[in-house]
Structure formats: structure tokens, C-alpha cells
């Protein structure tokens, strides 16, 4: 990750690095010493892992992410054939689907880059029984 990974020797730099505000910037990383300290996070209700700790000392390091939806969950149901599945369970005659657009195959939670495998595999599937029924 050259170049993306910054490293800065005082919260000031770190801070205009970025355009952000530096009082901001320090009050932000109070907050989140302060949680991790108490090992309870009240603002925003996420579990502490066991062994975090404050970060109290430069250097600081830092990335610029922007984020972005890699993936939605749930959408059309298809079948093993990827058959689109209407409301009462049955399949859509001729309609088929693959990929982001479909649901049901995941469950509640999936993890990283599965979606790709799920896009390819479904995809292919649903290809070549659409081609069966031309």
C-alpha cells in the first residue's frame, strides 16, 4: 500500500493531512481512549475487543477510506437452477437471476469477496438453464 498508509508525528500534522479540524481530531481521539480505557464503548454501543488499548502517542498512522456499499444483502430468491422464486415459493418460468441482485443463498451475514464466487458460480448456472429454455 505505498503511499496510502500516512504517517504522521503529532495530531496538528495528522489533522491537516486530512483538511479536518484539530480540535475536532483530539477531542474524537479522547472519546475513543476514554472508551477503550473503560473498555465499554457508550457512544455508539460496539463491543471492545479484549486487549485494545488507547492510543495515547505519535506516531500516528493513517489511511483515507471512503466508503461505499461493496454489497447488498438479500434481493430476489432464486433456486439451486437459479430460478427466480415468486412469493409463494415457486419458480418464475424463464426468469432467472445471479449475483448481487438475488438473497436467500447468503443467510443473515456473509463474509468478504464471497459475493464474487456467488456471482460467477450463480451466474453461470442461471446462464445456461435460461439457454436450455430458449
Not at 6 to 11: F, R, S
Not at 104 to 109: E, F, K, L, Q, S
Not at 110 to 120: E, H, I, K, M, Y
Not at 127 to 134: D, E, I, V
Amino acid at each position: 500500500m505505498k503511499n496510502k498508509i500516512k504517517q504522521t508525528g503529532d495530531l496538528e500534522e495528522l489533522a491537516s493531512l486530512y483538511g479536518m479540524n484539530p480540535d475536532s481530531l483530539k477531542l474524537s481521539l479522547d472519546k475513543y481512549n476514554h472508551h477503550m480505557e473503560q473498555q465499554t464503548d457508550d457512544e455508539f454501543g460496539k463491543p471492545v475487543l479484549n486487549g485494545v488499548k488507547p492510543v495515547c502517542q505519535p506516531p500516528y498512522y493513517s489511511i483515507r477510506l471512503w466508503p461505499k456499499v461493496h454489497h447488498t444483502m438479500g434481493g430476489i430468491q432464486i433456486n439451486t437452477s437459479g430460478q427466480v422464486i415468486d412469493t409463494n415459493q415457486k419458480p418464475i418460468e424463464g426468469l432467472y437471476a445471479a449475483g448481487e441482485v438475488t438473497g436467500g443463498i447468503h443467510g443473515a451475514c456473509r463474509l468478504g469477496s464471497c459475493a464474487v464466487t456467488d456471482c460467477l458460480v450463480f451466474g453461470r448456472i442461471a446462464g445456461r438453464n435460461a439457454a436450455l429454455n430458449l
